[in-house]
């Protein structure tokens, strides 16, 4: 793990894809009982950190020895998210819904995130996607 203080408006967590599901979803949920999110937004918050970083392993392709960077921030306008990884590029505002849901449950998640959270920015800096989201209140 990185530089960590939760107790502060903005952390930033980092580790590698082997661990990353468990340390950045245990981070996000000590970020929010830090600053008493209510228990749903804490829970979405949990839940939206471990999608994201199960996507980026899954289907971005970030290996064991890959490091995922989380931030989170406590800001006038709300929570905000950022989440950097080494993965294949891959924009979620370009994330078309299937007419028909996958046996496995395919873009859930995604769909998941898109309802909870807002994008504010997607780039690819640095050979590393970076993608920015506000969490929606509720």
Known sequence: ??????????????????????????????????????????????????????????????????????TLADETGGLILTLSDPGTPYDPRSHVRPDTVPERGGGAGLDLVLQWAEILDYRRKADRNELRLHLRAG
């Open 1 to 70: 793990m990185a530089d960590r203080d939760s107790k502060s408006a903005r952390v930033t967590i980092g580790c590698n894809g082997a661990t990353a599901v468990a340390v950045l979803t245990e981070a996000a949920r000590r970020f929010a009982d830090d600053r008493r999110l209510a228990r749903a937004q804490a829970a979405r918050l949990a839940i939206l950190v471990e999608e994201l970083v199960i996507n980026a392993i899954e289907h971005g392709g970030v290996a064991d020895d890959q490091r995922i960077d989380l």
